[in-house]
């Protein structure tokens, strides 16, 4: 979580078999997505799943500017729940807590349902031109993984976002979008490790010369 150790893998693809490929066996924690499915076979070997509430947050925000009217202020009202629970694991660790209120926490659980039963029950036969309107995809994507976005809640172990990752694959993003991808997968192999080494070293003080 304090972002001190930097590890990058290359995979082929982010098929089901490659991406668990790519993560170390070893590894038996806790996994931050971004809501594909294709991590969740993992859960036979790790710990647990946080599905990344930035990119919650970003599905909200699409399907709240979708509308008519206020027809979507629903996505907006999880987007409100996600910030205030936030807000309150923060408080609850600066007391030196290791658990939330059960009062605060049931109270976030009923808005977060109340929410989503809103954006799954209007939107459900609402007409959309490639299949189920976003609103209900939404709506029935936030009661299915419930318990993996709000993971954070009720693991203090566990961040909210997965900013540290983002911005630790952003070089890689933008050489993608700049130069196009890496001719071979064992090219991207090879910066990858060298990348992980220097960010981890910078991430303790240490200079890529030193």
Request: aromatic fraction near 8%; charged fraction near 25%.
């Amino acid at each position: 979580p304090d972002g001190t150790l930097r590890w990058r893998a290359a995979i082929a693809s982010r098929r089901k078999g490659d991406v668990g490929g790519g993560i170390p066996a070893a590894f038996a924690g806790i996994l931050m997505t971004d809501g594909y499915s294709g991590y969740q076979h993992l859960l036979e070997r790790i710990a647990g799943i946080q599905q990344c509430c930035q990119h919650v947050i970003r599905r909200c925000r699409a399907v709240a500017g979708l509308g008519p009217g206020s027809l979507q202020s629903w996505a907006q009202d999880i987007i409100a729940v996600l910030r205030q629970a936030h807000a309150a694991v923060e408080d609850a660790r600066a007391r030196g807590d290791t658990a939330l209120d059960p009062k605060i926490l049931g109270d976030l659980r009923e808005r977060y349902d109340k929410a989503v039963t809103h954006g799954i029950i209007h939107n459900r036969l609402r007409d959309w031109h490639d299949g189920n309107h976003p609103g209900y995809a939404l709506g029935c994507w936030l009661r299915d993984y419930k318990e993996q976005v709000l993971l954070f809640t009720r693991n203090f172990a566990v961040d909210w976002t997965n900013n540290v990752s983002e911005r630790g694959a952003k070089a890689a993003k933008r050489h993608q979008a700049v130069s196009g991808y890496w001719h071979t997968l064992a090219t991207l192999a090879r910066w990858c490790r060298i990348r992980s080494y220097l960010d981890s070293a910078t991430a303790h003080g240490l200079t890529a010369l030193d």
